[in-house]
């Protein structure tokens, strides 16, 4: 028996606004502004996935991908039909490349404008 549910995947980052604009972009759902009076945190219900939620973090370091001798914190993993069109997209939007030299692979790792890494994932139909 579980001891918990999974609630909200949190990032923090220097603007939530920007950061939640562009997974919206990406995974779909509208941002909706907490009414703390100060916009620090801004809820993104994902259609048929889990919420996501982006906190201000006043001196956010992001993390540094791949590097050992410092922690990615966190990073998720986005399941695509087209890695080439999801590609294109996300870099549209803003996204950096990390790792995607190996074209043959299942996934490429990117880093969103705020720098947390996530990657994108071909959808094996078998």
Do not use: N
């Amino acid at each position: 028996m579980a001891v918990a549910k999974l609630g909200v995947v949190v990032l923090d980052c220097p603007d939530p606004h920007a950061l939640a604009a562009f997974y919206a972009e990406v995974l779909g759902g509208t941002p909706t502004v907490e009414s703390d009076g100060e916009d620090r945190w801004i809820d993104l219900k994902v259609p048929g996935g889990p919420a996501l939620a982006f906190q201000a973090a006043p001196g956010f370091a992001p993390p540094r991908w791949p590097a050992p001798e410092h922690s990615q914190q966190i990073h998720l993993d986005l399941d695509v039909e087209d890695l080439d069109a999801a590609e294109k997209a996300v870099l549209a939007l803003g996204a950096t490349v990390l790792d995607a030299e190996d074209r043959e692979r299942s996934f490429r790792v990117y880093a969103d404008p705020a720098g947390h890494p996530f990657c994108l994932c071909r959808i094996e139909h078998g």
